[in-house]
T-cell receptor
Framework: AQSVTQLGSHVSVSEGALVLLRCNYS??????LFWYVQYPNQGLQLLLK??????LVKGINGFEAEFKKSETSFHLTKPSAHMSDAAEYFC?????????????FGPGTSLSVIP | SQTIHQWPATLVQPVGSPLSLECTVE??????LYWYRQAAGRGLQLLFY??????ISSEVPQNLSASRPQDRQFILSSKKLLLSDSGFYLC???????????FGSGTQLSVL
């Protein structure tokens, strides 16, 4: 069965500092991997996705993530945090063996940005 | 372009009352539709998914039910709400290619 773990339920960074949000997955087949962001009282929106092309994936708002098969990781980074980056971030893996888009989400990491 | 509408945005209901949350998608046909629940401080739990009209699958046993009376309409219901039904409910759709989910803006349900 596929699963996703996110190390750290809450991460705080200073404005302008590096953002690193960790994600590890388990999957018996090559996965599709995603990062979604959720602002307070809103739905989720896609930041970026890995679908077996380039291992370094660039997304919106300056975020990027690197797929490392040997480490089963898909960590999210941004060189310089902005106040507007404060939100909940979810890593997710898609089980492509199902007839529907079965997406398994991690528990989420809440990012705070300190001015 | 495709859009997804979900309402109401917030809802406060007494224990034992019925529930109906509605979700509609525009600009696409035959989407896969999903209902997720997000409890406070927790991740997303898939409740129901549908790959076509009248086709509903449940991921977890619960006090809720779902229906898809039209191609682009997905309804989440309950006959009698429990306190444990409180949470943030999200509707989503996908084209069925494993690439992406598109989420609605969510409904914050408080059962008192």
């Amino acid at each position: 069965a596929q699963s996703v773990t996110q190390l750290g339920s809450h991460v705080s960074v200073s404005e302008g500092a590096l953002v690193l949000l960790r994600c590890n997955y388990s999957s018996s087949v090559p996965p599709y991997l995603f990062w979604y962001v959720q602002y307070p009282n809103q739905g989720l929106q896609l930041l970026l996705k890995y679908t077996s092309a380039a291992t370094l994936v660039k997304g919106i708002n300056g975020f990027e993530a690197e797929f490392k098969k040997s480490e089963t990781s898909f960590h999210l980074t941004k060189p310089s945090a902005h106040m507007s980056d404060a939100a909940e971030y979810f890593c997710a893996v898609s089980d492509l063996r199902t007839s529907y888009d079965k997406v398994i989400f991690g528990p989420g990491t809440s990012l705070s940005v300190i001015p | 372009s495709q859009t997804i509408h979900q309402w109401p945005a917030t809802l406060v209901q007494p224990v034992g009352s019925p529930l109906s949350l509605e979700c509609t998608v525009e600009g696409t046909s035959n989407p896969n539709l999903y209902w997720y629940r997000q409890a406070a401080g927790r991740g997303l739990q898939l409740l129901f998914y549908s790959v076509g009209i009248g086709q509903i699958s449940s991921e977890v046993p619960q006090n809720l039910s779902a229906s898809r009376p039209q191609d682009r309409q997905f309804i989440l219901s309950s006959k009698k709400l429990l306190l444990s039904d409180s949470g943030f409910y999200l509707c989503a759709w996908s084209p069925g290619d494993g690439q992406k989910l598109f989420f609605g803006s969510g409904t914050q349900l408080s059962v008192l």
